[in-house]
């Protein structure tokens, strides 16, 4: 349903939008999204489900998006739990945090299998138009 949805929009129109070379990643969202509205277990399955979509349109290692994005879903979820009655500023500030670091862990990842990606000199751009979209 929803995660259907939201891999046509990035795929139809998110991926042709592009400030400073950085198109908005919505299917990192919708996971974060899952994590703080159902929390951790199904956020983490429906992390896993958006980012192996996302998977399949890369040319990278597949599976990092996948494991990427099932992380970011379970740990913004255990973070919703473990802080109880999350104001909207709050909620905007982890969804941004998370944005964040769902980038570093997946160039981490990447890294770690061979990506050059801390390398790139767009790197804090890229973690930094993220985390604003």
Known sequence: GLV???????VAFLN????????PELMLLVAI???LVVGPHRGAG???AAGLLVDLTLHGN?????FCYTLV????GMTKEA?????KPLSVLIVAASSAIGTVLYAGVSQLLGEHTFSDPRFLT???????W
């Open 73 to 76: 879903g379970f740990l913004v």
């Open 126 to 132: 890229i973690i930094a138009m993220v985390a604003l």
């Open 62 to 66: 597949l599976g990092v998006s996948a």
């Open 46 to 48: 429906i992390g896993f």
């Open 33 to 35: 999204g899952a994590g």
């Open 16 to 23: 042709q939008i592009s400030i400073l070379g950085v198109h």
């Open 83 to 87: 802080i109880l009655g999350i104001s």
């Open 4 to 10: 259907t949805v939201a891999f046509v929009i990035q």
